[in-house]
């Protein structure tokens, strides 16, 4: 038999290695989709207290901007 989950944020049965999961907290999140992956990661995101989120948050940025920043010197390099 095929182990299901439960999507947290509508209740959608879905099988495992579908959707959206993530393991935060030694807690299992399970989305059946990106979209309720994404309501249920705004509704966390809102719900931080703002000096929690700001040193994490500028990290995060950081991270991208990197990345961001490689993606274009390697596509500047094609040319
Ligand atoms: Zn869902």
């Known amino acids: 038999m095929q182990e299901t989950h439960e999507c947290l944020t509508c209740g959608r ?7 959206v999961t ?3 907290s030694g807690k ?5 989709s990106k ?5 249920f ?5 809102y719900s ?4 929690c989120l700001t040193l994490p948050l500028r990290e ?8 961001l920043e490689q993606s274009k010197k390697k596509a500047e390099k094609k040319i």
Request: aromatic fraction near 14%; proline fraction near 5%; glycine fraction near 6%.
């Open 13 to 19: 049965p879905f099988p495992r290695g579908q959707g």
């Open 28 to 32: 299992n999140l399970e989305f059946h």
């Open 41 to 45: 990661m705004r509704e966390l995101l």
């Open 22 to 24: 993530f393991s935060v």
């Open 48 to 51: 931080l207290k703002e000096d």
């Open 35 to 39: 979209s309720c992956a994404y309501s």
């Open 60 to 67: 995060v940025l950081a991270k991208y901007e990197e990345k």
